[in-house]
């Protein structure tokens, strides 16, 4: 039986297209990528794709915060009592467990001493001598509890607390240095935006917070090279630790508050800090 001619033809025409195309995959491929790029209607559609509002990226961040607090409560109740607070610098929110429960602040309530000292000698009570300057950087990175008598002489409690009440920290009773992990993270944010005292001496005072004399809570929770300024507090039973953290892409504040008279391990509860800070952390690093 006789091949017809048209069917002969259309098999030279796929044979000649074969030989064209087989040593010319690059057009095929350009041919393909051409056809799978987006549409000038896709790209418009992309280009006007509805944002989110402020209301939903604030739930979405409710909705990592809330696990977060989860996990924290079990890491931080190896302490009988415990507070943390946390304030996320660049949305403006606090949030935290027992927050403004007032604890003995120890030796983080020198930081309110220190802020107080700055503002004194910026009007004009005192100057910022050696003796001062000497005390305040052995207050605040050696803790040491001479250099805060000095201060508490030279300023006395009633000014302290007005300047707690002038600034709004929740729950700051220095007569009896009792004081919030709120109102803590208020005075840092405050420090940190550079409101209450002048930037030469917030840069002084952010170098004596640190490299201190403690650095077994906060900073091991942190990864290395993290930029942080903190103050470590410890009386009887009360370990505290209190930090801005210059996180690369969404500083932050913590601020842990606990007190133990059981005989948890120090170790044990240093490392609660620690493991909390991790957990900070790495919410930071998710939004």
Known sequence: MKIKARYKIAAVVVIFAFLVFLPRKDVLNNLTAAVSKPTVIQKVNTIFQKKPTTEELAAARKAKQDPLLAELTPILAVNKNYAIAVYDINNKELFGINQDTQFH???VMKLLVATTAY????AGKYDLSKTVEYNLEQMINQS????WDYFNNLQGFDHQQQVADQLGLVGAKVWGNQMTTHGIAQLLQQLYNGHII???HREQLFSYMQNTETENRITKGLPAGVTFYHKTGHYNGGVHDAAIVLHP???????????DTTGTPWETRFASIAQATQKVYAYFDSI
């Open 144 to 147: 040491n509890n001479n250099s």
């Open 198 to 200: 002048s930037d030469q």
């Open 105 to 107: 602040a120890a030796s």
């Open 249 to 259: 892409k969404n500083p932050f504040i913590i601020v842990v508050f606990t007190n």
């Open 119 to 122: 503002r004194d000698i910026e």
